[in-house]
């Protein structure tokens, strides 16, 4: 039984340790006028799920590991109800240790940094 669970443990760390793919942070901006609701980054299989965006303010998702592919999409709901969404080109050089996606009115960049 004792040997089970250090086998157990052993492939919890090695598993762990397998992962090595670089972490950053997902770093959404509202430079806009209007708090932004249900704001979301999706690319490939991940989506940072950002909620609430008030004007002049951002708000970070740190720990992700998920590869950047060169477009992503963009999507939040104004005021009004109305749903936006907007795929964009992601720009900058790699490596990096932030994504920062900016949202100004209709406007969205997404730029590593």
């Known amino acids: 039984m004792r040997a089970r669970a250090l086998f157990l443990i052993l492939c919890v760390l090695l598993s762990c340790e397998m992962d090595r793919r670089p972490q950053y942070a997902v770093v959404h901006v ?23 965006l008030v004007p002049n303010a951002e ?4 720990g992700v590991k998920a590869t950047v592919p060169e477009r992503l999409t963009v999507v939040w709901t104004t005021p009004d109800g109305k749903p936006h ?6 720009e900058g050089s790699r490596p990096f240790s932030e994504l920062v996606v900016t949202i100004s009115g209709d406007v969205v960049t997404a730029v590593l940094r």
């Open 30 to 52: 509202n430079t806009g006028a209007e708090t932004l609701d249900n704001v979301v980054v999706k690319y490939g299989t991940f989506e940072s799920l950002c909620g609430v």
């Open 59 to 62: 708000k970070a998702q740190g």
């Open 85 to 90: 969404e907007k795929a964009v080109t992601v």
